[in-house]
Each structure stands twice: as structure tokens, then as C-alpha cells.
């Protein structure tokens, strides 16, 4: 029987609906597979001790309160995870955007030697940071928004007065690493753009400004590596709100879902085959949705890439990929585990 310890929760704003993933996850992994392990990681990164019980109706029923320091803690986990066959155990990281997604949990796994699924150190990092992954998308060709950023120190009234010269309105500004749309907002006016800027940069010291992109933004489940990397039909929220926001996605209740969202069979080929280069232009391994608008001119463009998406009942991901593979959520995880002990040979 393999050990798996799933991480979840996070020092970040997408903290709770890491816990939301988390209990799905818990829930539907095989319990004759293996044996089950589950450490909440708090707001300020400390890690709890393992436990096992919770609320499958509660995924705050995963919060612990943590007694310890964050070294302290920590300490206590890697001497028992130490303590297991190593080559048998793998960790789940289960927390979505900051210290989640951004490279720093892969960085301590990849030092402390421990198997977990999903993207690696540098791919996570690249795809957190909106402008470095722009960057490369811009480096290979790959159709995108037209883009300026600013640090904190460098947002000023110049640099707004060059984003409306250079782009136009409206705009979308966003923090360069955050996710689930939190801090994003649509510009319309000068007057307007120095509110959403102040309020991008509450949540990350890079403010992105990005044209606004007409059209409908649609969800790719991407999977695999090298040679062998599969893409799934795409998914779409519909929305009445100016964008998928953070409302939109979790709370509206006129936001409805469309899987497959439904396009002419071409157009099928070519957003899968421009997601996957996305995904490899970024060197993602494992797993990753890829979020692209497309147009009323049948253009795609790449928005981004989300190296560790939510695995939440409603969420996309996990059953765009139960689709493409015929299989249970059960099954998928199988398969997500499998792909972790493999790449880590």
C-alpha cells in the first residue's frame, strides 16, 4: 500500500478553496490503495500535526490550530514522513496560488526528496508570475494580449499615461503571481486605473496590465510530458459579469458551465493543439489547465496557466480530464499519482 499525505490550505488568498480541493480529493482517493495522510498548512505556513479525521461535508473541518513555529512544525513533519518507505510515499501539495503554485512547496520537496505529483519548481514559477510567462509566450510566437507591467515603486501617473497610449482602453489590471481573479479589474477610464492598479498590488509587488481581449474564455485540462502530453475538449463558464472574476467563478449564480463548450470539430483541433504548445513553451509537466480566450474570429489567445487547478466537484480540471480518459475522479487520481512516482524515477 502506497502513503500519501496531502498538503492543503496555504498562507494565501486562495486558501479556502485549496481546503475545498483538499476534501474532494480525500473523499475519492482509493482507501484499499492507500494509506492516507493529512497535514493543514495555516495561513502563516505552519504545518499541523497528521490527521486523518474530518467532515466530509466541511472542508473547514481540515483547519487545525497549530502550536508550534513554522520551522518547528515543519521539522515534525519531515521526521515522520522520514520514517515511511520513501520510495512508496508521495505528497499531494494541494494549495492553490501562493507557496502552492509559485515553485516554493516543489522547491522544499525537491530538497527534502520527496515524491509529489504535479509541476516542478520552474514551471510553477513561471506560470505564477503572469509577466515572465507572457514573456515566453511572446519569445515563441504564441498569440497573447498586448501587455506593460510596473513594479510598485515604478506605478505612477506615467506609467498609466504610456499603458493608454500604448494599448488603449479599456484594460485589465491584475497582480503579475495571484490567482482565482482575485485583485483583477477592468479599466475603463484613467480615473479608474489607478484604484485597480493600488488594488492589484495588495496582493503581489508587480502590477500587469493587459488589453482587453474580446471574447470567451475557455478552460483546456493538459496532461502528460515529453512526447506524450494529452489535451482535453475545452470547458467555458458563461457569464454575464464584465469577466470571469472571482464571483463569477465560485458564488454567481447566473454563471452557467458548458463541457465541452461547443465549437466547429476544426476548431477543437486547433485550441488543443495551441494549448499544448502553451503547456510546453512553459515546461509544464504533469498536469495543468490552460485558460485561452477565443474570439468571434475563431483567434485563440493564451491568458494563462494554472500548474496546480482546483480539484473542487465543480471545478473544470478533473472532469474535463475524467472525460478525455473515460475514468472516474477516483481513477484520475490513480493516474495523477502514478505520473508522480513515475517522474520522480
Known amino acids: 500500500m502506497k502513503t500519501v499525505y496531502i498538503l ?16 474532494n480529493i480525500a473523499k475519492n ?15 502563516e505556513g505552519k ?76 514551471s510553477s514559477a513561471i506560470c505564477m508570475d503572469k509577466v515572465t510567462s507572457n514573456d515566453i509566450f511572446e519569445k515563441n510566437g504564441l498569440k497573447q494580449a498586448k501587455y506593460k507591467y510596473a513594479y510598485k515603486e515604478d506605478f505612477t501617473d506615467k506609467f498609466i499615461d504610456e499603458c493608454i497610449e500604448e494599448i488603449g482602453l479599456p484594460l485589465i489590471v491584475k497582480p503579475s503571481a495571484n490567482g482565482s481573479s482575485v485583485g483583477v479589474s477592468r479599466v475603463d477610464s484613467k480615473e479608474d486605473f489607478k484604484k485597480a492598479g493600488l488594488e492589484a498590488l495588495k496582493y503581489d509587488r508587480k502590477v500587469l496590465v493587459e488589453e482587453l481581449i474580446v471574447g470567451q474564455e475557455i478552460e483546456f485540462a493538459v496532461l502528460g510530458d515529453g512526447s506524450k502530453i494529452d489535451v482535453s475538449l475545452p470547458a467555458a463558464y458563461i457569464t454575464d459579469h464584465v469577466f470571469l472574476d472571482y464571483d463569477a ?27 499544448k504548445a502553451c503547456y510546453k513553451a512553459v515546461g509544464c509537466e504533469g498536469f495543468a489547465r490552460v485558460d485561452i480566450f477565443y474570439t468571434k474570429n475563431k483567434e485563440f489567445f493564451i491568458n494563462e496557466i494554472n500548474t496546480f487547478p482546483g480539484f473542487t466537484p465543480s471545478s473544470f480540471f478533473g472532469r474535463m480530464a475524467e472525460n478525455l480518459y473515460q475514468i472516474s475522479f477516483s481513477e484520475l487520481l490513480d493516474k495523477l499519482i502514478e505520473d508522480g512516482f513515475r517522474r520522480a524515477l
Open 8 to 23: 492543503c490550505g496555504g498562507p494565501s488568498s486562495e486558501h479556502d478553496i485549496a481546503l475545498r480541493s483538499a476534501l
Open 29 to 43: 482517493l482509493n482507501k484499499e490503495k492507500y494509506n492516507i495522510n493529512l497535514i493543514y498548512i495555516d495561513k
Open 47 to 122: 504545518f499541523s500535526p497528521t490527521f486523518f479525521d474530518y467532515d466530509e461535508s466541511d472542508e473547514f473541518s481540515l483547519v487545525k490550530t497549530i502550536d508550534k513555529s513554522r520551522q518547528e512544525s515543519i521539522a515534525e513533519f519531515l521526521i515522520e514522513v522520514s520514517k515511511n518507505d520513501l520510495a512508496s510515499t508521495i505528497i499531494l501539495p494541494v494549495v492553490h496560488g501562493t507557496y502552492g503554485e509559485d515553485g516554493t512547496i516543489q522547491g522544499f520537496l525537491d530538497a527534502t526528496g520527496l515524491n509529489y505529483i504535479g509541476n516542478g519548481l520552474l
Open 249 to 275: 467563478k465560485y458564488f454567481s449564480k447566473s454563471t452557467r458551465e458548458e463541457l465541452p463548450y461547443q465549437m466547429e470539430e476544426a476548431e477543437y483541433d486547433r485550441g488543443r493543439a495551441f494549448a
